[in-house]
């Protein structure tokens, strides 16, 4: 990728189809220097601290930047459309929004973050997929290595969803684990309707209570959590 003056260019477009327009090829430049290095130290400490891997986020991709609002967040990339796509997620929680996202729009984007290592066929390697709201969870699953796909959200986009469900297809064992809170569990059954209709099934999970999501349990109750029937 080369260089801009704020930002990082995105890959080429595939070969055969219309370009997308170059406004939506750029990636936020990264904070570290060299780029070899892709989290800061403030970073690094802040996914420790969450008890989630800083070694599979940076296989899947995942950097430090600094954003337009001054706050400090880390980058993470989407998949699923012809242009570039991202979140980017604050590290101290009390500063700026949460999360920021291009001034384009989503279209399919999703966001997958496969267990280390990173393998040709996941689905043969790793036989389960969990597919989660947002992408601390989706690398929570990473790191009990289940692959983890994140809607970015209990709404996400039709066409974001269509790529989701197709993905989650390839997969033995599909897992749907949404927040624990009321209007996931309200959306929760809609959702597994949608994978349905695609003639794929999907089980319907929460987090036990007291943690909010799957990030915020403890590692062994992200295991159970997460063991296939």
Partial sequence: MSVGKEFYHGEEHVEGRPAPNPAYTWWPKPSQSPPALPFSLVAANYLNSRRLSVEIAAANGWYSVEASDGVERICIPCLGEEWA???SRAVEPSQGKRYMCPSWKRGGAYCRVYPTPIVEIPSKTYPTVAVVEGPLDALAAAGETVVGIAMLGLHPPPEALANIVQETSLYPTRLLILDNDPEARKRGPDLVTLWGESHVSVELR???????????????IRSTLLKAS
């Fill in 85 to 87: 796509y991202w979140q």
């Fill in 206 to 220: 929460f987090p036990p209570s007291p943690w909010k999501d799957l990030a915020d349990c403890p590692p062994p």
